[in-house]
């Protein structure tokens, strides 16, 4: 991907980012929990796109992809479990509130390629985030499709966006 490329993915995730972030905690859990599902259910497909991806063997791919499905099933209860606080203070309460940052940048390493997004997709989505994710130029193969059973799964266009190419993208 060229800069033009990558502004017009910055582009889709802001479009999205108002209705993503707008979500409900439970609307938003539904959606990560029904991509968990929808992950499961390719997991041979992922561990052997993995696995020619990345040149491992298909053992350790399957492990990966299982670890991939934990991942966003754990964090899929994160927007219903992960809210604000009160805490007492002297003269009065303070307060956190948990609020999306916006648009996030993942840049992700060859060696376990989708494993690692995920334990940076699974968060930021729970949050609210969209995100654009640049996996390494060498394993683009689960990041491309990872997008697409997002997609599948119901989550709104715009709110993961995958841009490949060389490290300079």
Not at 37 to 47: N, P, Y
């Amino acid at each position: 991907a060229g800069v033009e490329e990558t502004d017009e993915a910055v582009a889709r995730a802001k479009a999205a980012l108002p209705a993503w972030r707008g979500l409900e905690p439970g609307p938003r859990a539904k959606l990560l929990r029904a991509l968990a599902d929808t992950l499961e259910e390719h997991h041979e497909e992922l561990s052997v796109l993995e696995a020619r991806n990345a040149g491992k063997a298909i053992g350790d791919a399957r492990g990966e992809m299982a670890m991939v499905v934990d991942t966003f099933r754990y964090y899929a209860g994160a927007p219903e479990r992960l809210l604000g606080e009160t805490i007492p203070v002297a003269g009065g309460q303070a307060f956190t509130v948990r609020e999306p940052l916006g648009v996030v940048g993942l840049i992700t390493p060859w060696n376990f390629p989708l494993t690692i997004a995920s334990w940076k997709l699974a968060p930021a989505l729970a949050a609210g985030n969209t995100v654009v994710l640049k996996p390494a130029e060498l394993t683009p193969l689960t990041a491309l499709r990872f997008a697409e059973l997002a997609t599948q799964a119901g989550v709104p266009d715009g709110v993961v966006n995958v841009v490949v190419g060389p490290g300079r993208t």
